[in-house]
């Protein structure tokens, strides 16, 4: 079964940039669209970021103009370009496969944007 485990987050200031990564423990499908999550606390789990299997990409309207989303299946990895964070960006930030997740949960990586 495939396991998912996210790197990368950290403390950051506003406007700062983080580079999320996602591995797989196994094979993604290429044919699996792969996304980003995040939850910040006290909130439900959103979905910030996808991947289709054409090439097409979404993001929430929160990130827009400041996340990309891209993957590599060579090395089972799927990442997140965050730019010009800003405080409400904090969250634990999760992949998955979008609109709804039917692999695992990995821990997820903690993105704190704080001054």
């Known amino acids: 079964q495939v396991q998912l485990v996210e790197s990368g987050g950290g403390l950051v200031q506003p406007g700062e940039s983080l580079r999320l990564t996602c591995v797989a423990s196994g094979s993604i499908p290429s044919h699996y669209a792969m996304g980003w999550y995040r939850q910040a606390p006290g909130k439900q789990r959103e979905l910030v970021a996808a991947l289709l299997t054409d090439g097409t990409t979404y993001l929430s309207d929160p990130v827009k103009g400041r996340f990309t989303i891209s993957r590599d299946n060579a090395k089972n990895t799927v990442y997140l370009q965050m730019n010009s964070l800003k405080p409400e960006d904090t969250a634990v930030y999760y992949c998955?496969?979008?609109?709804?997740?039917?692999?695992?949960w990995g821990p997820g990586t903690q993105v704190t944007v704080s001054s």
């Open positions: 998955n496969t979008p609109v709804q997740a039917i692999l695992p």
